[in-house]
């Protein structure tokens, strides 16, 4: 192979390139050192903490695919066990609305593909829930929106379900998200959309759509998402634990 001449192009371009490079280095060690596993904490240990902060993936009735994304969970959690001063349960554990253990889990996640429904109890089980500082965070991967937002209506009938500004601290928590929710997966190429229910000044419970950051959170090579995708997820995720945990 022909040895490469860097003096064959001009200088501004090869400074170009190598600032090209530098930065996707750098994207790459932000993400490796964001998911890296400490040798200093000692993972089973926490896992059997009764006081770690426990996430729970809802298991919702209505026919849609709560279970999508099994890898997305536990590098979550891994990743906000490392990267933060919480001290989370590392392990994913799975719940309904109606479990008798529901109020032990402070945040919820729901996620999948089309219908999302719940029956009247389960509504106002919901309700009890979020009205008690509970937080309940739904990743659209697609066609949820539709469904979903019927179902807002019903959990806080008196409430308006509004569109999250920028400037809420949701999306400053813990990284600044200046243009808010980021652009992870494609859909129907529209812009990311953040709803939310506002209870006593807080979001209790935070719809996304066109964003699917539960796509950045799993394996790469479920998506094949880059290093920068995959970064700006992650660090959503922890601004939405860290949001619903602490303010």
Avoid at 77 to 82: E, G, H, I, S, T
Avoid at 214 to 238: A, C, I, P, Y
Wanted: one cysteine or more.
């Amino acid at each position: 192979m022909k040895k490469f001449n860097s003096k064959a192009i001009p200088i501004f371009v090869a400074l170009i390139v190598m600032m090209f490079a530098s930065n996707v280095l750098a994207q790459r060690n932000q993400l490796n050192d964001l998911l890296r596993q400490s040798s200093q904490l000692n993972i089973q240990a926490e896992k059997k903490n009764p006081s770690s902060l426990k996430i729970a993936r809802l298991h919702y009735s209505g026919g849609g695919d709560w279970y999508w994304g099994r890898s997305a969970i536990p590098n979550m959690l891994k990743c906000a066990y490392d990267n933060s001063d919480l001290r989370i349960d590392t392990i994913e554990h799975e719940i309904t609305i109606n479990d008798p253990e529901l109020f032990k889990y402070p945040f919820l996640f729901a996620t999948g593909h089309g219908l999302i429904s719940f029956e009247a109890d389960e509504i106002e089980r919901l309700r009890l829930y979020l009205s008690n500082g509970g937080f309940l965070f739904v990743n659209d991967s697609y066609g949820m929106e539709k469904t979903f937002l019927k179902e807002m209506a019903k959990i806080f009938p008196e409430r308006e379900i509004v569109e999250l500004p920028f400037t809420h601290p949701l999306y400053h928590s813990f990284y600044d998200f200046p243009y808010g929710p980021p652009k992870i997966h494609e859909h129907d190429n529209n812009p990311p959309r953040g709803y939310a229910i506002i209870v006593n000044s807080k979001a209790v419970v935070y719809f996304l759509v066109e964003s699917d950051i539960g796509d950045g959170w799993e394996d790469t090579v479920v998506h094949n998402d880059s290093d920068e995708k995959r970064l700006e997820s992650f660090q959503m995720g922890l601004n939405l634990i860290t949001y619903a945990l602490l303010y």
